[in-house]
């Protein structure tokens, strides 16, 4: 088994984006509770997001979401997030909050509807331009709720079509990356609603479409890790959306609900090639905190993917790959629980303290009033969620 | 195999009770779409449903929900309702969306909350007197969202001895119904998630305590129609909340999803002595109409149910007792579809019209102009919705 | 809505291949309970299914099993078929029997061990050949049951590599089909779990190679006929296998658990040209009857797909696509349900009169007294089942 | 945080049940694979039981399977197992392997089969009494594959005579302990499908029937930790049946599959009093090896549910419970996980050596050549598996 010197190089490189609504209230459609603190604008999103940054050393984007966190100016933007220490990252549209997309957006039979969707996609990679993010994160709550309600194949057809303009915008250094997800908000059926749709998507498209693997958007018991293992292998696995759940799109903190199935996933990734400075694999948070302090629970969301990377780069592959080859089912699985079994928490903190961060970086958020200020400061105004 | 001469006095004595904030605006987490004609008030979500009832004679009850259907004077509200052809029905509780209910509220640790809790039943049971309403609903929103977050034991006890408080309360000719639900709102736990949990907590509560079977809250897979056998049985099953699902909770039109399901839980209900007059089972709609009309959802809703009903009063029960003990599983299945095959529609069409109600509801409602007159005057005000 | 003229027909076009191992015994890793009048050979599992031809019209081929249905002499087998009225359809390969395949076949890290799978194809391409078979229907039960014991990635690759082999001596007119599974008998990872690796898989090999679909292979709540859309447009359904599910892989008999599930399949299939004479899409059955009669169940099987492909034809397209167009959930939705609603079993019944057919299958099957006469003669021997 | 040294007296009171069954072949209805070595006789069963004790202290007892452990001595068996330093446990009955049986056993309709089924519960007590065993453990293979086959509510009164019927023979100090499961072998309806159904009729038994707890035999996505802890709240939880699975009832090897869900279980366990000499719980495996090593597995097992006592020994409760009453979520939380994070594998280690165990057992078995021993010696006879 490698030692934890080995590796400390490699858990270096590790980065990790941080979505700026994670900062924002979220709920569920039976209550959205406030907290106070809670930001009102883009901008004290990302000097929150540049708080888990600070303390950790794991995050040093964050990703925005359009129209959520529209301003007028994102050079300024760009400028505000450098000077708290970020940079901006993937830029993510939304077609689910107006009116007009009620019954679709990239694939409504209305053209005018999908044109006005389209537009918005082409307003996203302008923004991209001027924030100088690499990917078009595109996630889509379109479906329907009834059998018969829709035309699913019609739909499928003009997604691509959709999907065709956009990516003849996307410049040459940037990326559209098509997130699936199995249901909700849609209760029939969904456009994409798993990794072969997006695959099949994104393959029409070209080099630079990708698939986007939100850990928390797969039918019950789907084994998540394979999947990752098929994209890297197809060369089509662009970014993953981490967060955990026990039921259905619950948008824990990752690592929550089971933490044995995020060392598997990350085993995966470094398997195929997916972790490091030349992948193509952007590593990013979609969680809600509903019920937990914000900050304080992205810090614990990061923590827990370093934690369980820092296992899985622990797994001493050559034993594994022996014995694999020799059917050795215990043995097999006894080298890998090994490294999943692997405290690793002192190692980190020792690493932690070698490179300048905190030991404790949750203690040290804690312990330096930062929540409290906010809470203090941030007095009127309309706290950030899902809509504004 | 019965005829439909042999059934048609026992359809006549259905009655489904609609809830009242079918009525209102509903969605998901990510939107929640208006709709020209929504009620503002209580009086025009009742004043729907007794469309509702009008063009179908199945729905002479609604169901309320405090606060949302809070007014000053429920003897008025009672009087107005019978002024619709209609009466008050069901009340329901609400301990989800108070900042206060946060962690819990029957089951709180904190006992001022949760004596609000309780306090907030017993108001409900003095509007169920002035209403004169025979069921408390209950459904409980509490649980936790992480492993660690809570003590699942200390809440289970503290909800026993919550619900000992409110049913202390409930009058002799009252009912206090405990609804189970397997997530959400909460993610990891949720204090009554399954039909043993309600039927423990009610069992040790007394006779005028029943499990209330939503049939859109249970695991994947899980065979509903033996819930509703064993809870027959038992003695034990107060009410259906009807709906369908195809993934979680989804809250669709009953019978949209699996229309063989419905037919299969009726069966069983009618098998068990839930059906008819005599029966202590109260059958409740919980929907959501996100994407469709909502009166018009609804009329479809109780069709549905009424024309699975049809079907399954024409199950021969002779010839399946016989197939069923000569262990021919072929022929008890063929005897059994036999009756879910049946298309009781043209039927259904004239014994409506013998009545003296519409042929065809769903057209009667559509031509009368109902809706169209309600999207032009219900202008100005706030839609009612989960909120208020 | 069409008439029951209008799509007679594409009725009679309706063709179905049985399985002849559903002429077998099959149970549970519990039990195989045994029944008098099981086939002990290929010709009376044949003969068999030519019960279900001859009562139904609807069953033309029958699908064999290698090495179960292995004889010396293929022409011979197929004469028999022809004089029995029907013909040997698709071949199906085993590499889960066999001691060597315990770790893997086709994705076997042992070379030798992988050879030995791979000359198995070729055997049965040459039975193809022989018997004047299509498809080459391919299912693997390979996979691993516990994390880190098998190289997922380097498995993919070999199955690539193993399947080009196979590709490679498939005629022009002869197709190979892949199937993928969920899970089982594999419980940690599957090698081709779902419509997405198999689609990546014979995408590889070229346009003979296609996907079958078998409907009890997927993840709870998995929206099937969205899968059917996706192949037909990608142009890569080959096949199905009907039963139906309530749990797992439960095998049971086509339309049973979930008839609207059928139909909506059904419907799908027919609106991507999927439907009919020249549509590369075989239906197939692939059943246990564990506790019923085997050929009656058979004819109740293909009655089901009958009953509810008549249904699908009837669905109005055009009033669908005005309803859909407009975005009237309801409208769309009644459309839809009232296709499924329709009773179509007495029209079914006249026109099978009209083609010399009796009315009612089961019934003219179970008074012809086959079952009676082959309990009676098919004493000794060794009854039929999935390991011989 | 407790330390080890605070929880190794506890440890040491740890007692898992091993399955006799568990040393024989298993697999899936589509293979069974054979091993070098498989026992051939009772006696071998418990004398490969033996080993796993004789390397872990952890397994003093061997559960056993009537008819599968059928012999004519019990007494001699009894002393047999003392020779080998275990002794014998739970007698669990089988009603699932005689032909008799296909359509039920203790709820069939045909009182003649009722009554067999009954007796062969009444010669498992007398076995019991032999012995020296407490528990009589009933799982119930019964229900039915197709909607209108049974009729399931006749079935569950039946059930409940045949059980007390049974419940009247057990001794002052036996108890009957009632398992449930989801699914399989039936497919549409089981009679003893979930925990509420096993309270229910054990509790209308008496004070010494209790329910087991099989923690693969569940819907997808149950929280198995809230039903343990119910159990113990409702003083009926008899015995845990532990294993593992990613899909249905896989039989895994216990905590491989999601070790932190045993972790979860253990916790509530001991919270609820469930851990330690005078809890009534009983601690089984009911594991499949069909691809690993049985004896080298089991021991893999033990080991399993040693680590994670030990760690949900760990807990700081004290610190938990002011988590819990703050609200405190992510500090709860946290303080969950550390526990969980916590490698106890080396102060176990440490802990064995001075108990006179081996630091490694799993290590010490393997050096031992038990297994290449069984393997040369135990040479023609058949295989024990699931029918012998």
């Not at 993953?240 to 759940?245: A, L, M």
Request: charge should be negative.
């Amino acid at each position: 088994m490698p030692t934890f010197d080995d590796i400390a190089d490699q858990l270096a490189t590790q980065a990790i984006e941080l979505p700026s609504w994670a900062f924002g209230n979220s709920g569920t459609r039976f209550k959205v509770f406030g907290t106070p603190g809670t930001p009102r604008t883009p901008q004290e999103k990302i000097a929150d997001a540049a708080q888990v940054n600070r303390y950790t050393g794991l995050a040093p984007t964050v990703a925005i979401h359009i129209p959520w966190d529209k301003v007028d100016d994102y050079a300024a933007l760009r400028e505000f997030a450098a000077e708290q220490g970020v940079a901006l990252g993937t830029v993510n549209s939304n077609t689910f909050q107006d009116d007009d997309y009620k019954f679709g957006a990239l694939t409504h039979a209305d053209d005018a509807i999908r044109r006005k969707a389209i537009a918005h996609h082409l307003e996203c990679i302008d923004i991209m331009d001027a924030t100088g993010s690499r990917d078009l994160k595109i996630w889509l709550a379109e479906g329907s709720n009834y059998p018969g309600q829709a035309d699913m194949r019609g739909r499928q057809d003009r997604l691509q079509d959709s999907l065709q303009e956009i990516y003849a915008r996307i410049g040459d250094k940037q990326r559209l990356v098509l997130e699936y997800k199995f249901f909700e908000p849609s209760f029939y059926h969904t456009d994409v609603p798993d990794w072969g749709t997006s695959y099949a998507q994104v393959s029409a498209l070209g080099e630079r479409a990708m698939v986007c693997l939100d850990t928390g958007h797969h039918a019950p018991g789907t084994n998540i890790e394979f999947i990752v293992m098929q994209l890297l292998r197809l060369g089509k696995l662009g970014s993953f959306d981490f967060n955990s759940r026990f039921y259905a799109d619950d948008d824990l903190i990752v690592g929550a609900a089971d933490p044995f199935q995020l060392f598997r996933i990350l085993v995966e990734v470094i398997r195929g090639g997916g972790y490091g400075p030349d992948s193509p694999v952007a590593f990013m948070l979609d969680q809600c905190h509903n019920v937990e302090d914000k900050t304080a629970g992205q810090i614990r969301s990061v923590l827990n993917v370093q934690e369980m990377t820092a296992r899985a780069l622990l797994l001493d592959r050559e034993a594994l790959a022996q014995a694999q080859a020799a059917n050795d089912v215990l043995a097999a699985n006894a080298i890998f629980m090994d490294a999943f079994s692997t405290d690793v928490r002192p190692q980190l903190a020792q690493w932690r303290e070698s490179r300048g961060l905190p030991a404790d970086p949750m203690r040290a958020f804690l312990d330096s009033g930062y929540q409290e200020t906010i809470a203090a400061e941030r007095v009127g105004g309309q706290q950030a969620g899902w809509g504004a």
